[in-house]
């Protein structure tokens, strides 16, 4: 079982940062964390989830939807099992639920591709 937890999230103000981190966990991917590539999507109310950004499974690569790009940084510690992202700059459009993803080997930008899922941390960001 591959359990993925993500924390971080809560109320700021436009124009601040946050940063969330997402731990894996669970008997196969804490041997095998630096196997799996790892991505963030969001969804808001009323939207469809959406691909925000993804790394590499050893961070040689990463990949950002155009609207965060220069804003937001996805970053990984192999040693921690852990994923973050720091959204610096945040826009109220920002505003979703934040979900981490797991999926073996190369990231991709579609979220069906993706074998495990997070049960989501909220951001809200107020104008």
């Known amino acids: 079982q591959v359990l993925l937890v993500e924390s971080g999230g809560g109320l700021v103000q436009a124009g601040t940062s946050l940063r969330l981190s997402c731990e894996a966990s669970?008997?196969?991917?804490?041997?095998?964390?630096?196997?799996?590539?790892m991505a963030w999507f969001r969804q808001a109310p009323g939207k469809e989830r959406e691909f925000v950004a993804a790394i590499l499974y050893n961070g040689a690569s990463t990949n950002y939807t155009n609207s965060v790009k220069d804003r937001f940084t996805i970053s990984r510690d192999n040693s921690k099992n852990t994923v973050y992202l720091q959204m610096n700059s945040l826009r109220p459009e920002d505003a979703a639920t934040y979900y981490c993803a797991a999926k073996f080997y190369k990231y991709s930008l579609v979220d069906e591709e993706y074998d495990c899922w997070g049960g989501g941390t909220e951001g809200t960001v107020s104008s």
């Open positions: 669970g008997p196969i991917i804490q041997s095998t964390f630096g196997s799996y590539s």
